[in-house]
């Protein structure tokens, strides 16, 4: 498991992960050592299976580690749980527990649970998004790429100091994916929010600040 820095970040990381294991089943054999990121642009890459979305269900302290510890600005997930989780944006991209909910109910809601949370931002986004017409629209009559975009510019909107996404690439059309491109590619160099987007590999156009790659999944014995 190695972090590379692409570029020069700042000195003192808002995340550092010590001794982190994976509480199973999922990615069981998952383990951090030892990671320190500063704010800007970070892709988590690696193989199908081999750990990133239960890495970004840990960050997001949606899971508790077996072992180990994660600290956001010296905040800890188990003894400030609640401190932690609003300094955090993550939405699991397949969950259902929104599907009720139409995109402008759901940024009303965020803003209610979340300080800095900008909805004129959000339904900015998401009309560039190409999602204007469906904004009133409960979110289990939308397709995967608008429940994606839904919650992208969500993202984009929360002003988390940590955002996590999930292949947010996935089932969005090209001029979306461009779109998306650009606003992450904004992100690097930035001192104020951490972003950490996993998948395969680094997605073209991207530039990130740094890179953290994790290795295979074992073999099946």
């Not at 919650?151 to 996590?164: E, H, I, P, Q, Y």
């Not at 292949?167 to 001029?175: E, G, I, R, T, Y």
Request: aromatic content about 6%; hydrophobic content about 40%.
């Amino acid at each position: 498991m190695t972090i590379k820095l692409v570029r020069r970040m700042a000195s003192v990381p808002a995340l550092t992960v010590q001794g982190l294991r994976s509480p199973g089943p999922a990615a069981r054999w998952l383990s951090v050592p030892q990671a320190g990121l500063p704010p800007g642009l970070t892709v988590l890459t690696g193989d199908e299976g081999c750990g990133k979305s239960t890495l970004l269900r840990l960050l997001a302290a949606e899971l508790q580690p077996r072992q180990g510890t994660v600290r956001l600005d010296g905040l800890c997930p188990v003894h400030d749980r609640e401190a932690y989780r609003q300094k955090v944006f993550w939405i699991d991209p397949h969950t259902d527990a929104y599907d009720g909910t139409s995109p402008g109910d759901l940024y009303a809601r965020l803003t209610d649970l979340r300080p800095g949370f900008d909805p004129n931002l959000a339904r900015t986004m998401a009309n560039a998004f190409g999602l204007g017409e469906h904004m009133d629209k409960p979110l289990y009559m939308l397709s995967t790429g608008s429940r994606r975009k839904t919650w992208l510019a969500a993202a984009f909107a929360s002003g988390a100091r940590l955002t996590l996404l999930d292949q947010p690439m996935a089932a969005l059309d090209p001029p979306s994916i461009r779109y998306l491109v650009s606003l992450l590619q904004a992100q690097a160099g930035q001192t104020e929010r951490l972003w950490i987007v996993a998948d395969h590999e680094t997605p073209a156009g991207l530039s990130p600040d740094a890179t953290w790659a994790l290795p295979p999944a074992p073999p099946i014995a």
